[in-house]
């Protein structure tokens, strides 16, 4: 019988070098491919989500860690002000989450964003009030007043899940006077195309009409891997002049946001257009017969592009390809500019971004 020695102090001190060095590395972040444009970053962002200092079932520290990993770049943790069901439990602070999520997201290269849930009847429904100093104070019995504090604090203020069929029954959101009052004082900044797993088609109408941020969040109570563990989770795509707060803040009060969910993108159409223009590039040619040519489109972004009503002499309709290159045939003497409107990339109700490609 053969006889195996181990030398056990080797081993053990192998052992607390390796788990001495594992505390010095953290989990994998993932990686969102949508490129910068005219000179912005594109900062990923979800900016309603919960905890237990409200109605959620996590801790702050665990969603700054949740957004990490989602590979989020910016987090508003939005706890009610009015419903706190866990107040026998838990103190009602309510900037209780933020100061204890802090620490964690300095240490995750993550933006914080201080913030408030102002959770109302409709209307005016439910709102969402960020960047604010002291969520303490934003309170009033009058639903305009306790926006207006929100406001006076310097908040980016937008409404929540305006077609939520609990507030809306028929999921249609409405412009209420209330509402036409505070997008008139400027107290309405953005709105909720998409929440959770539904979104709104007619707001676009409305953010363009009153040039409001496009927003989409996750409002997430339980735990995020949950709902999303296999796909991307919804969020705001933010075109800001450099990833800091001070320039995030600027970019939204000056609406360069983009709603991006369910490989699906919308909101301003010159921002669309130069989120597909960064994404894809032509090659040349690279094989020709009599009656075709063969082209190659690269596509360096995680959404896969869905073309539609083609231009004669190409193809109808044809996915471009997430993270892929994919093969276009182009027919002789057809010309070398085309045009397609993209499906998942929404400008209006039932209005697709249109295109033009020259090859």
């Not at 009033?140 to 409404?159: C, L, R, V």
Request: proline share 3%; aromatic share 12%.
């Amino acid at each position: 019988m053969q006889k195996i020695y181990i030398n056990m102090k080797k081993t053990f001190l192998l052992l607390a070098i390796t788990l001495f060095s594992a505390a010095f590395v953290s989990a994998q972040k993932k990686i969102i491919n949508i490129p910068g444009i005219s000179g912005y970053v594109t900062l990923k962002c979800d900016f309603h989500i919960h905890t237990v200092f409200s109605d959620g079932n996590v801790w702050p520290a665990y969603r700054v860690d949740e957004a990490w990993k989602d590979g989020l770049d910016v987090l508003a943790i939005t706890d009610h002000l009015e419903y706190l069901p866990h107040k026998d439990y838990i103190p009602a602070d309510h900037n209780a989450a933020f100061k204890i999520a802090s620490q964690r997201a300095a240490e995750r290269n993550l933006i914080l964003i201080h913030s408030t849930e102002i959770t109302r009847s409709m209307p005016p429904g439910h709102l969402n009030a960020l960047f604010v100093e002291d969520a303490a104070t934003i309170y009033d019995e009058d639903d305009y007043k306790t926006i207006e504090n929100a406001a006076k604090q310097g908040a980016f203020i937008h409404w929540n899940h305006p077609g939520w069929k609990a507030q809306e029954p028929d999921g249609i959101p409405k412009l209420y006077d209330i509402h036409k009052k505070l997008l008139a004082n400027g107290l309405i900044n953005g709105i909720e195309f998409f929440n959770y797993n539904e979104y709104y088609p007619n707001i676009l109408e409305w953010c363009e009409e009153y040039d409001l941020a496009v927003i989409a969040n996750s409002d997430e109570h339980g735990i995020i891997s949950e709902n999303y563990g296999h796909t991307t989770r919804p969020m705001t795509l933010v075109f800001a002049k450099e990833r800091t707060r001070e320039s995030l803040k600027e970019a939204m009060f000056d609406s360069r946001t983009l709603a991006y969910f369910n490989n699906t993108l919308a909101g301003r159409e010159d921002l669309l257009s130069k989120v597909f223009e960064a994404s894809i590039s032509i090659s040349k040619p690279y094989y020709e017969n009599d009656n075709y040519s063969w082209v190659e489109i690269t596509n360096d972004s995680d959404v896969s592009f869905k073309m539609i009503n083609g231009s004669e002499g190409v193809a109808d309709g044809f996915t471009i390809a997430a993270n892929a290159v994919t093969t276009l045939m182009i027919k002789k003497g057809s010309g070398k500019t085309f045009e397609w409107d993209v499906e998942n990339m929404l400008t209006g109700y039932e209005e697709y971004l249109h295109v033009s490609i020259d090859f």
